[in-house]
């Protein structure tokens, strides 16, 4: 469904490493938070990974990708755009964070 967006034709130069290769080592990062050097070597070279993630985010793939998926889900009935979310993390912020200084800090006179 996506192959003509993720893998452009190309006439010359060093062959592409596969695209859903280098996709699934892209979901792999994102789902397991590691650092990119600890990719592993089943998904390729991980600098050639990150270049690709760079690339398809800078340049509005991803974006492309989703709005295509979305389409379809909506088209085969599978998605409902009343239920379609984001969800989001909460994370406590300390006393300083908000200006009230650190407990038990001596403040000015």
Do not use: H
């Amino acid at each position: 469904m996506i192959e003509d967006i993720v893998a452009p034709s190309q006439t010359m130069g060093r062959p592409r490493r596969d695209d859903r290769q280098v996709l699934n080592g892209i979901f792999w990062i994102l789902c397991s938070g590691a650092k990119w050097r600890d990719l592993p070597e089943r998904y390729g070279p991980w600098k050639t990974v990150y270049d690709r993630f760079r690339q398809w985010r800078d340049d509005g793939t991803f974006e492309t990708i989703l709005a295509r998926l979305q389409l379809r889900l909506r088209e085969d009935g599978l998605m409902d755009l009343d239920t379609w979310m984001i969800d989001s993390t909460t994370i406590r912020a300390t006393r300083a964070t908000s200006g009230g200084g650190k407990k038990g800090e001596l403040t000015n006179r």
